[in-house]
């Protein structure tokens, strides 16, 4: 099988002594325990002091037992926390906990509960205590909001948004920079029932266009500008060629423009508005600081959210309001070992889910300060992690494989320079982590005193459903361990279904998959539940089916080896090989185009694009470099073809399918494992191919 192969070229290189450990948290901040159970070493010269309980034997056992009775009764497990964790308008009904299963795609939980996600991120925790400090792209540019403040400033939002006519049920879609106003306008959607749809403001015009049409989408927010690493980013300007893009020319009302700070002179702030555009500033200024939360019931849409699938338009994930709300303030809590005088770094962006989960909803639920970064990990120079973690004292800090590996190529001094002794959890998230760049994660940012959690989970969850917990489960670099509280993880054969059971060596390799709901699960694709249904649950029917090719060890850790799809992983973004391919097929040159996804030591993987030219054209360095700004363009970008490849014709089948099976073992490089290939059409191409990689 295909998986092994890959699974061997990643963990080859795990270190011997690297066995599974459980370090506490350094603070013991909860219930944690401390203490030992054997010995780290994870290098030669290492001192480390032993961090494993003995009690920390018996808190795995408890999570054993706990996990094993979360899949028993979820009803029971998830009814307790969901009346401990959220304030409930209306009770929900205990005999309603969940209903509907993953065979017939109608689940829902809570059913008969009302609530409302912002109140329970706001009204509810201390006014005086702080909710966000938000760092912009230049260090000394920081605000600190509190609860108290962050409560007053959604609530005027919220009435601003009324007062453009945004009505509950409507989605509004934001195409923000990182800054506190885009995680409160997120909250005063939530507030008034809107669901809101965060597009990440690396897309281009092109894509953000299409998302606004798909989602019948009448209100825009934006900002004037965003601002990375000291670069403008005209975010009005892109919003205008968006709306021009959009096919119903009578679709957006209104765009609503945010400031980010300037302070230069009005006649130099470069963007246009239109008759229909307002100031955000200026219109929520004038709001009333208090507006009612609007009682939501359980079920109803909290968000939607759009991800890249292997075909067609991207789906937009829709989450709804008790269950993603309760799973993002339970995995926050749990895989953070989240104190109440913690600060909580996620230096995501909201464009995606990780920043939705965790830096918005699951922090500010808990009622921790969370904090919001605006710029890159290299900006003014490659200690700005660090010296953030120093200036703000933050205890949990959560990233990405691409960041570590891009950190780590600067050495060690640049984090040496900081005090990091605030820390007691670091997170990663987005793929699989190397174990090298886990180690120097460990040692060298964590100095072997902070747990490392590698969270594993996907836009469609919601939440995280593989992952090692701080002082309960051990860690084991390179994999996300054990399945959440909730999760009945399973590793089913893709070609039959059927559960694999470990083999001599208490091994199962096959695909990742889900037996049971869970509150956190996206409940379907916006105004398309067949495609849901046909992406997640009818491959294996009675399974929620992820995606992703795993192996899972003799202890039961999970080892995710990449997705099985046409989904190409770049640092940490998924990116749909039919949305790259639709931008080049869009130039008037190129009559086909395949995309597949090549190993990249930063970024995870890059993408490289194979490409057959119509009639008439030929290969130049400008033409390719037209292409790529078709990719910029048409979808953003962070989307851009690393390697393009103009090719006489693709390997198809005989049938016109083309084989990227084929074209990922040619720039992998792995040439004398390309498999059957007599069903080409024209095997002769393989060698042409081969022959054109090499030279580039
Ligand atoms: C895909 C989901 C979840 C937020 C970020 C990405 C990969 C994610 C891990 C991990 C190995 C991982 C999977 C998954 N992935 N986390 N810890 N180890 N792989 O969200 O864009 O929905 O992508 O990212 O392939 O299916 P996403």
């Not at 295909?2 to 290189?13: H, N, P, T």
């Not at 201390?126 to 509190?146: F, N, Q, S, Y």
């Not at 021009?244 to 945010?258: A, I, Q, Y």
Request: charged share 25%; with cysteine; net charge negative.
């Amino acid at each position: 099988m295909r998986v092994i192969g890959l699974f061997c070229a990643f963990v080859g290189s795990l270190p011997a002594t690297a066995n599974s450990f459980v370090p506490s948290t350094s603070h013991g901040s909860t219930n944690l325990p401390t203490n030992n159970e054997g010995t780290i070493k994870m290098t030669s010269d290492s001192n480390i002091e032993p961090v494993y309980a003995a009690k920390t034997v018996s808190a795995f056992d408890k999570y054993k037992k706990e996990h094993a009775q979360s899949i028993k009764s979820p009803s029971k497990y998830w009814g307790k926390l969901a009346r401990e964790v959220l304030d409930w308008e209306v009770p929900f009904d205990s005999h309603r906990v969940l209903q509907g299963d993953l065979t017939n795609g109608d689940v829902r939980w809570f059913s008969g509960g009302k609530l409302n996600v912002a109140y329970n991120a706001l009204d509810r925790h201390d006014p005086k205590k702080l909710a966000m400090i938000w760092e912009g792209d230049e260090p000394d540019d920081v605000r600190r909001i509190t609860y108290g403040e962050m409560t007053n400033k959604v609530s005027q939002i919220a009435n601003a948004l009324k007062a453009k006519g945004v009505k509950k049920g409507q989605v509004v879609t934001i195409y923000m920079p990182m800054i506190p106003e885009l995680a409160m306008t997120m909250l005063a959607c939530a507030r008034i029932g809107a669901v809101h749809s965060v597009v990440f403001a690396g897309f281009s015009s092109d894509a953000l266009g299409s998302r606004i049409q798909a989602a019948n989408s009448e209100v825009v927010v934006t900002a004037d500008h965003g601002l990375r690493g000291s670069k403008r980013i005209p975010l009005k300007d892109i919003v205008n060629a968006a709306v021009e893009h959009v096919k119903d020319k009578d679709l957006v009302k209104h765009v609503l423009v945010w400031e980010r700070n300037y302070e230069g002179p009005e006649s130099e702030a470069p963007y246009e508005m239109n008759s229909n555009d307002v100031r955000m500033d200026i219109l929520v200024d004038d709001q009333r600081p208090y507006c009612p939360p609007e009682p939501m019931e359980a079920e109803e849409n909290l968000f939607i959210l759009y991800t890249s699938g292997s075909t067609g338009l991207p789906k937009g994930l829709v989450h709804t309001t008790g269950g993603y709300a309760l799973y993002a303030a339970h995995t926050t809590k749990t895989t953070f070992d989240l104190a109440p005088d913690d600060i909580f770094a996620c230096v995501a962006d909201c464009g995606w889910i990780t920043g939705h989960s965790y830096v918005v909803y699951g922090p500010l639920l808990n009622g921790a300060t969370t904090f919001m970064f605006e710029s890159t990990p290299v900006y003014p120079d490659e200690g700005r992690y660090w010296d953030m973690v120093q200036r703000h004292k933050i205890t949990q800090f959560y990233t990405a494989p691409t960041a570590i590996r891009l950190l780590m190529r600067y050495g060690e001094e640049a984090v040496q320079k900081y005090d990091l002794s605030s820390l007691k959890v670091l997170g990663t998230v987005g793929e699989p982590i190397n174990p090298e760049a886990w180690r120097w994660y460990y040692e060298v940012v964590g100095k072997s005193k902070c747990t490392i959690v590698d969270t594993y989970w996907q836009t469609e969850t919601g939440g995280h459903i593989v992952t090692n917990i701080p002082g309960v489960t051990p860690m084991k670099p390179g994999s996300c361990t054990l399945p959440f509280y909730g999760i009945d993880a399973v590793v089913l054969d893709p070609a039959d279904g059927h559960v694999v059971e470990p083999d001599e060596n208490g091994k199962a390799e096959g695909v990742m998959a889900v037996r049971q709901p869970w509150p956190g699960m996206a409940r379907t694709c916006l105004g398309d539940h067949a495609r849901y249904k046909t992406v997640y649950l009818k491959p294996y029917p009675g399974y929620y089916f992820t995606g992703d090719s795993v192996m899972r060890d003799e202890e039961g850790n999970h080892f995710i080896i990449g997705r099985v799809d046409d989904i190409i992983n770049v640092s940490g973004h998924r990116i749909g090989t039919a949305e790259v391919e639709s931008a080049l097929v869009a130039h008037p040159a190129v009559a086909q185009a395949a995309v597949v996804g090549r190993p990249h030591d930063l970024k995870g993987q890059s993408i490289a694009a194979f490409c057959m030219l119509r009639k008439g054209y030929e290969e130049s360095p400008e033409l390719l470099t037209e292409l790529k700004m078709n990719v910029r363009h048409e979808v953003g970008a962070f989307c851009s073809p690393d390697l393009i490849v103009v090719s006489p014709t693709l390997p198809m089948t005989r049938s016109g399918k083309i084989m990227r099976r084929i074209l990922r073992k040619i720039v992998c490089g792995e040439t004398d494992s390309l498999g059957d290939i007599s069903t080409l059409a024209d095997p002769s191409i393989v060698d042409t191919l081969i022959e054109k990689v090499g030279k580039k």
